[in-house]
């Protein structure tokens, strides 16, 4: 199977004040990576990744016009989705649109310089989503919305890396160590996270926050307030799962009351499952039934609920929580890696 990947490098003026970004193709393990060249002013690089989309995509077809060949676009990536998409249907050629989003939450619309922009992308990608051939989603809620005209689809929620099943592991902190790692917001449950840990008593205990958010600036009062609070921000992929295998129990207290949660599963969830790490989360209506058994689930979603629930856990013995943590890991390696994933994937492109 051959791969091309277009691309346009995540650079803006924010992060980078390089005006002109032209990067070479390049190919690995059979995968070519063409990357968009681009002007690097907001209005210019979005003009610039809407017509060389174009061209690409063009060149790309006349060459692959008479093999079975298949368009896949991330249809949150506007610009360039929705340019590949039209030239894919011109020349005729199936299309895939992998939703891991909806555009109507997606998409902020706040008032600002960029106000206009992210208007006219959630109205493009809403208008375009319903267009492709068929859909990777990542629940079955999506699929009312993304495809309502029943076209093929697979549910992918997420997918552990098969070679996790043979990283060695470290041993256990001798701490008890609670961890949260992913966006730093109060409505994703960080504040009850942290009041329900304030209010469990012993020394022994700590409470590890990953990431970053607008609830940043007031970490460091939570952890002058407890010391046993510790804050590390963003740390490298290697150090968040070293970190995570370490930890004692992983939690999730995202609110499951939310609409948007109908359409996610946080990548979280999957990452906490594979590091044998026993989890806490709350039962988002997106997870499906088959995770259940694999997670502590916290019933009542406040500060009382999640404290009684962390209480509850912590009492458990070492063994119980190492087997619990195993269990769930298998789980993932076994039946949600990237090739058995991948194979789901697959199957869509025969129907």
């Known amino acids: 199977m051959k791969i091309t990947a277009l691309s346009a490098i995540p650079i803006t003026r924010v992060n980078h004040k390089k005006k002109f970004w032209i990067n070479k193709s390049e190919t690995t393990q059979d995968i070519k990576y063409i990357y968009i060249p681009?002007?690097?002013?907001?209005?210019?690089?979005?003009?610039?990744?809407?017509?060389?989309?174009?061209?690409?995509?063009?060149?790309?077809?006349?060459?692959?016009?008479?093999?079975?060949?298949?368009?896949i676009c991330d249809i949150l990536n506007v610009s360039m989705s929705t340019s590949v998409l039209l030239i894919g249907k011109l020349f005729g050629f199936k299309t895939c649109g992998i939703v891991t989003d909806l555009p109507q939450y997606q998409f902020k619309e706040k008032k600002g310089k960029h106000f206009l922009i992210e208007k006219a992308a959630k109205e493009i990608s809403v208008k375009f989503m319903r267009a492709y051939d068929s859909y990777v989603i990542l629940t079955e809620q999506m699929n009312d919305i993304v495809n309502p005209n029943g076209k093929p689809f697979v549910v992918i929620e997420g997918l552990a890396d098969i070679k996790m099943g043979e990283r060695e592991r470290p041993k256990k902190d001798s701490k008890l160590i609670i961890l949260y790692s992913g966006g730093i917001y109060e409505k994703y449950g960080?504040?009850?996270?942290?009041?329900?840990?304030?209010?469990?008593?012993?020394?022994?205990?700590?409470?590890?926050?990953?990431?970053?958010?607008?609830?940043?600036?007031?970490?460091?009062?939570?952890?002058?307030?407890?010391?046993?609070?510790?804050?590390?921000?963003?740390?490298?992929?290697?150090?968040?799962?070293?970190?995570?295998?370490?930890?004692?129990l992983l939690v999730n207290p995202r609110f499951s009351k939310e609409e948007y949660t109908k359409y996610s599963f946080p990548s979280k969830n999957m990452e906490y499952l594979v590091s044998g790490t026993p989890a806490l989360t709350s039962s988002l209506p997106g997870m499906p039934k088959e995770y259940l058994d694999y997670f502590y689930l916290i019933e009542d979603e406040t500060e009382k609920g999640i404290e009684s629930k962390l209480r509850e856990i912590l009492q458990k013995s070492v063994a119980e929580l190492s087997d619990f943590g195993e269990k769930a890991r298998r789980f993932v390696i076994e039946n949600k890696n990237n090739i058995t994933q991948t194979e789901k994937f697959l199957k869509i492109f025969s129907q």
């Not at 690097?40 to 016009?65: A, D, E, G």
């Open 38 to 71: 681009f002007i690097n002013y907001t209005f210019f690089r979005q003009l610039c990744i809407i017509v060389f989309s174009c061209i690409f995509s063009m060149v790309w077809c006349m060459k692959n016009s008479k093999k079975n060949s298949l368009i």
């Open 190 to 248: 960080v504040k009850n996270l942290i009041n329900a840990f304030k209010n469990i008593e012993g020394n022994d205990l700590q409470l590890s926050i990953y990431g970053a958010g607008e609830m940043e600036s007031s970490i460091a009062k939570y952890c002058t307030q407890d010391p046993r609070i510790k804050y590390f921000g963003i740390v490298s992929n290697d150090e968040l799962i070293e970190a995570q295998q370490k930890a004692t």
